[in-house]
């Protein structure tokens, strides 16, 4: 199979109407990648998708797909198979005649056919089931269906759209595993539509979260999650507890100290993305993950301890979810492994918290990931 | 199941509408019918003497629409058998032609989304039937007439320079049968094409299908039990239509549901008419279940 086609997408806009759905995107995915597009659902992750596969053309910008523009080309003429959300199985047909569709479209040989059907069958590990009707299959079986169909016409780029929401959590996770074990088996290069981002984080070489038609990052998913380009970003991956303030002063090292609203002045680290244009006095958002938390041996106070309250907290059996408030009602939220503290957890009880700086970033203020 | 039933229902609504559906069943259907399959093996008598000494079973009438009148010459009914096959060939090439009209109409009806659009054909479709058939019959003819519109406008254009007879090349009586049953052949077709996944037929492009291959491979599979009973509807109604041949056929050609007709009216010959109807209702059966066999439909499918 082929390998090394990538992906460019240069200055697209895609407008419906006075809607604009995509602006402005550049994204640059490298051949043989598994590169997630993650956002909230209406984000227009479908619509660059749907502008890959060549189901509709973008307002302004290319579309590139191994060098090669694609303008103008349908999607019957782009090296992309596409992977409905709903599968979009053909129901009358059995399965092998699902999965060869595309050489029954070249005009291939039922011989021909029938061959090819069994070894992706084997490939899939569905041996035998050729001659079943796609009802007769469970969820995780059709899925893996609907990639050998997508694989049989041996494209270069294999573009998926939400393919594993339909399943329940267990397989769910189970097909992350096999999908991204068929990429780097079949080293093509993968493009995956998601809103779940245990999935973007666990399969991809790269994600890039989206908001309204906006690229807001792209980065590997290590730095997505602990390096946030912007507040949306940083809110929608993960949980996150964010503190507004105005930066006081900014070190050569990238360490900013902020003056938040409610919690007084913190130290933290200055997102790499945004280390070039944030500026002592502006408005800034600061993010501590819940797991970045942790009890203070001490009660002294430092620009990286904060005070708070026990409000209420969960045992969740590997570790515990401590919900908190610090001054003026801020609610923070500390997830600590279980190492049998519990009666430190109990509400009322006060707490100094403290937190590595290096953990905590500060991002431009702005929208949040609504809940 | 029939607890359930009354469980669902309570039991004064549950006999309720037993008794009323097997009303409408045994007196409106089943017993009339039966009483015309009895009528059909008996002789023409007056009603006086039915069911007296000179009546007795016989397949006489059935005879007759083979072999003619006793002492009959020939050997064969010709006329009658004639116009038989052609109704039932007529009535074939009718199908056939609203089936090939209405697919691309079901289709483009049933995958187009905005449902204001769709509606609104929807409706411009459905408003001319509320014209009584005969109306819309003469209608037709006065469009197909010697100086109708058509042959007006042919002539206005100089396309033909003597006016066509579309009543007595039966262009008329095709079109008027054809048009009169395209609603029946449409939402079938609309229905089950409503219901299929455009996602399938994006993938299907997606894979490189042309669309004569898409239509072939999917929606047609798809779609066949809507075209199966649409084209039963509208063979066995045009097969069984009066109006429109009486209004539109031409002057030497006869609908065999005329010579019922005849039968039972101008000749007041019910037993002959009643076998003339079963033989035409038995021929309609016995060709759309041998087509269902030759196309793989089940009955089932036909009620979807």
């Known amino acids: 199979m082929s390998s090394g086609v990538g992906v460019d997408l240069q200055d697209v806009w895609i407008r419906f109407g006075d809607f604009v759905a995509v602006r402005e995107a550049n994204v640059n995915i490298k051949g043989g990648e598994f590169f997630s597009f993650l956002g909230p659902s209406g984000c227009g992750k479908t619509t660059i998708l749907r502008a890959v596969s060549g189901f509709l053309e973008p307002s302004e910008g290319n579309v590139l797909i191994g060098g090669n523009n694609m303008a103008g080309k349908g999607p019957n003429e782009r090296p992309t198979a596409l992977i409905f959300q709903n599968l979009a199985l053909f129901p009358l047909m059995k399965i092998w005649e699902n999965i060869t569709f595309s050489m029954e479209v070249r005009g291939a040989s039922a011989a021909e056919r029938r061959k090819r059907a069994d070894e992706l069958l084997d490939m899939i590990a569905l041996p035998g089931q050729g001659d079943k009707l796609p009802s007769e299959l469970s969820g995780g079986q059709k899925q893996r269906v609907a990639i050998a169909r997508a694989l049989c016409a041996e494209p270069d780029v294999l573009l998926l759209d939400e393919p594993l929401s339909a399943l329940d959590l267990k397989l769910r996770q189970h097909m992350r595993t096999e999908l991204r074990e068929i990429q780097q088996r079949v080293g093509i290069t993968f493009i995956y539509i998601t809103h779940d981002q245990g999935e973007a984080l666990t399969m991809s070489d790269s994600v890039a979260v989206m908001k309204a038609g906006v690229i807001d990052q792209i980065a590997d998913g290590k730095s997505i999650y602990d390096d946030p380009a912007t507040a949306f970003v940083a809110s929608f991956v993960g949980e996150n507890n964010m503190f507004r303030g105005k930066i006081k002063s900014i070190d050569k090292d990238g360490m900013a100290i902020v003056d938040t609203n409610r919690t007084g002045a913190l130290l933290a680290r200055v997102s790499t993305d945004a280390a070039s244009h944030l500026k002592v006095g502006d408005d800034a958002m600061m993010f501590i993950r819940p797991e970045a938390l942790d009890i203070a041996p001490d009660t002294k106070s430092a620009n990286t301890r904060i005070k708070a309250d026990v409000r209420h907290s969960e045992f969740e059996g590997q570790s515990y979810n401590v919900f908190l408030e610090g001054s003026e009602g801020k609610e923070m939220k500390m997830a600590l492994t279980n190492r049998g503290k519990a009666r430190l957890y109990e509400p009322g009880v006060s707490l100094t918290l403290e937190y590595d700086p290096l953990q905590a970033v500060v991002v431009p203020a702005g929208e949040l990931a609504s809940e | ?304």
């Open chain 2, 1 to 304: 199941m029939m607890k359930e039933y009354f469980r669902k229902n309570g039991n004064v609504m549950g006999w309720g509408l037993m008794l009323l559906v097997g009303f409408w069943v045994i007196m409106l259907i089943i017993l009339p019918q039966a009483y015309m399959f009895e009528l059909s093996f008996h002789p023409h008598l007056p009603p006086p003497e039915m069911g007296g000494p000179n009546d007795y079973y016989t397949l006489e009438n059935y005879k007759h629409l083979v072999f003619g009148a006793q002492g009959n010459e020939d050997g064969y009914n010709k006329v009658d058998l004639m116009v038989f096959i052609r109704t039932l060939i007529a009535a074939a090439c009718v199908t056939v032609f609203d089936l090939i009209l209405c697919y691309p109409i079901a289709y483009f009806l049933g995958q187009t989304k905005g449902g204001g659009f769709v509606r609104i054909l929807v409706l411009l479709l459905i408003i001319p039937y509320w014209i009584n058939e005969i109306l819309r019959a003469f209608a037709f003819r006065i469009i197909f007439g010697e100086s109708g519109v058509i042959n007006e406008f042919l002539l206005l254009f100089s396309i033909i320079d003597d006016p066509i007879d579309f009543i007595r090349a039966n262009i008329a009586l095709y079109a008027g049968l054809g048009y009169a049953y395209i609603l029946l052949m449409i939402f079938p077709m609309y229905n089950v094409i409503e219901s299929l996944d455009r996602n399938q037929i994006e993938a299907a492009r997606d894979m490189g299908a042309p669309w004569w291959m898409i239509h072939k491979r999917i929606v047609i599979p798809y779609a066949k039990p809507g075209i199966s009973s649409g084209c039963t509807m509208v063979f066995m109604l045009s097969a069984g239509a009066l109006a429109a041949p009486q209004i539109l056929g031409g002057p030497s050609s006869l609908w065999f549901t005329q010579l019922v007709y005849q039968w039972f009216n101008q000749g007041g010959n019910w037993p002959q008419a009643a076998s003339y109807a079963i033989v035409l209702l038995a021929a309609c059966l016995i060709i759309v279940l041998t087509v269902m066999r030759l196309f793989k439909v089940n009955m089932g499918d036909i009620g979807k």
